[in-house]
Every structure is written in structure tokens, then in C-alpha cells.
């Protein structure tokens, strides 16, 4: 089967958040049996001048979201980032699994030249499909799956790499 | 243009890596400045059982250079894993980008569906080419990346995503 901008789309992302919804629960069942506030694992950062966990979610959801329909020239859905439990997290992370997977190769496919325009904080990025996936979503998404995963990992949850690699 | 194997795997395995070097960069200015020996921070880790920064980028590399090699069907370059500075993690990975650089479309392209044979300590992995690059390498190179980053950015070097991300 030939590499298709929805194969190297929509599976990746489907598997890295799944698995990020994994990693999260570890740290959830890590959190219980310390009898520490999940809060406080929400809100560690690696730093103080990083996002703490919950905002390294929003992140990587928004990320696949956006990318997925900026590929299939439809506006992207909004979300309210208001999440302050594990189990918003886990339910957002299931609705942009869902969004993902209710796309189809023939809405996918073909964007590779299409340009795609971000509107950021810091000013517009323009990318043709192909460089936007490739230099942009899919370093990001791995960039705040790897760094919610080194949280967790940093205060002490017991997991390995392929709790991160998840499962196709 | 559409998305091809040579595409998908070498522009932004090199762009991965030469950021890399530029995040290890600033680590290093950063060490001189607070005179803070490099061996300190090149044996940094996220926590104990994770590895420490010098292995990050071991393994980023690695995996950089198993990609091109196994796609394209030839034997991986070995390395010796013996880096003990900044100046030779430079140069392993200025060897890799210039090894990533010498490949072809040619020899990389319509290999989604060769069979890639891993052998790890834990057991082979099978993959077709394809699921390899985008369910192993892509997540692998950036998990690793990521981490030498988070590592720097723990100790209080001054980071940014887009020192990550790099240029194209």
C-alpha cells in the first residue's frame, strides 16, 4: 500500500493520543494509591516556565484535531480547554479519537500542496499539507505526548516507552 | 508533490536532528556561563531509570540511521556509543544528518511495504516499511529529542518549542 497523506495522518494520531489516554491513567492509578490529590499531578510541570500536564493534553488533542481538518479544508472543531479532572481529560482525548477516525482517506488524501494557514499568537504560518503534517503536527503532538509522559515519569509513575508507543 | 517514503522519513529526521544539536548547543553555552562542569549535564536524567541526556541522543541518532539504512534495504552504519562531550555528540550527529542526506528518493521510495526486521534485547520486531516509519521511527526520534530538551529545560537552560521544531 502506498503512503498516503491519510496514512501518515490520521493512524499515528489516533494511536499516540490513545496511548497518551494510557499514560494518563497510569498516572491517575499512581495518584490514587499514594493518596495524592490528582490535581496535583494535573498541574506538575517540568518546569515552572512549562505547561503543566493538563495543558500539555490540550495541546496535543488540539494539535490532531487542527490537523485533520486543515488537511480535509474543513474548520476545525472548537474546544472549550476548561478541563480539571482526569476524566475530562480522558473524554476529550476519546471525542479527537473520535473526529479523527469519523475521516476518510478520500477527504484526506490529496493535501499535500494545499495550503493551510495558522493564525498564532505570534503571527500567521503558512504551510503547503505535506510540510504542515510532517514539520509541524506530527513533531508537536509527539513533542507534548513525550513531555506529558516525562511528568508523570518525574514524579515517580512507573511506565516505560512503550506505554508512550502505544499500539497500533 | 505527493508524499512519498523518501519525504516522509529524511527532511524531517534531519530537521529533528540538527535541532537537536542546536538544543544541545545552548545546553552547553549554558553550562560554560554558570560554570557548571558539561558532564553534569550530559549525565542529566528526568528521573533515575530514565536514561540520561548523553543516551537520548545515542538513541535519537540511532534510530535516525537505523530508518534510512532498513528502508533502503542496506546494512546500518554502526556506531560506537562512546560519546563523553558535547563536542562528540555533535559530531554523531552531524555524521547521521550527512548519512540521511546521502540517501536518494530513489533508494528510499516504495518502501511501505518492505519487511523491516527490528532485533532488540527484548525479542524481533516485524514491521512493513511504512508502519515502521510512522509507528516507530517518527514517535521514537521525537520521544528521544523531546527528552534531551525537557532534560535542558529541567536544569534551567533557556528553551523554546521552536528550538525543537527547527527550520526546514
Redesign the interface.
Known amino acids: 500500500?502506498?503512503?498516503?497523506?491519510y496514512?501518515?495522518t490520521v493512524?499515528?494520531l489516533v494511536?499516540?493520543l490513545n496511548a497518551l489516554s494510557s499514560v494518563l491513567k497510569k498516572g491517575e492509578a499512581h495518584a490514587t494509591e499514594r493518596n495524592i490529590a490528582p490535581e496535583v499531578l494535573l498541574h506538575t510541570r517540568?518546569?515552572p516556565d512549562?505547561f503543566p500536564l493538563i495543558r500539555q493534553v490540550q495541546i496535543a488533542t488540539d494539535m490532531a484535531k487542527g490537523a485533520v481538518a486543515r488537511l480535509a479544508g474543513v474548520d476545525p472543531i472548537r474546544l472549550d480547554d476548561n478541563e480539571t479532572t482526569f476524566a475530562e481529560l480522558y473524554a476529550r482525548i476519546d471525542k479527537v479519537v473520535s473526529l479523527l477516525e469519523s475521516f476518510t482517506p478520500e477527504q484526506i488524501d490529496g493535501s499535500?500542496?494545499r495550503d493551510i494557514l495558522l493564525k498564532m499568537r505570534t503571527g500567521e504560518m503558512h504551510f503547503k499539507g505535506?510540510?504542515y503534517l510532517?514539520?509541524?503536527v506530527?513533531?508537536?503532538v509527539?513533542?507534548h505526548c513525550?513531555?506529558a509522559?516525562?511528568i508523570l515519569?518525574?514524579v515517580?509513575v512507573v511506565l516505560g516507552?512503550s506505554d508512550?508507543?502505544g499500539k497500533?
Chains 1, 2 share one sequence.
Do not use: C
Request: aromatic share 14%.
Open positions: 500500500m502506498s503512503i498516503t497523506m496514512h501518515a493512524p499515528g494511536r499516540a517540568i518546569t512549562m499535500e500542496d505535506q510540510d510532517l514539520g509541524f506530527l513533531p508537536n509527539y513533542f513525550t513531555t509522559y516525562a515519569r518525574g515517580g516507552k508512550f508507543i497500533p
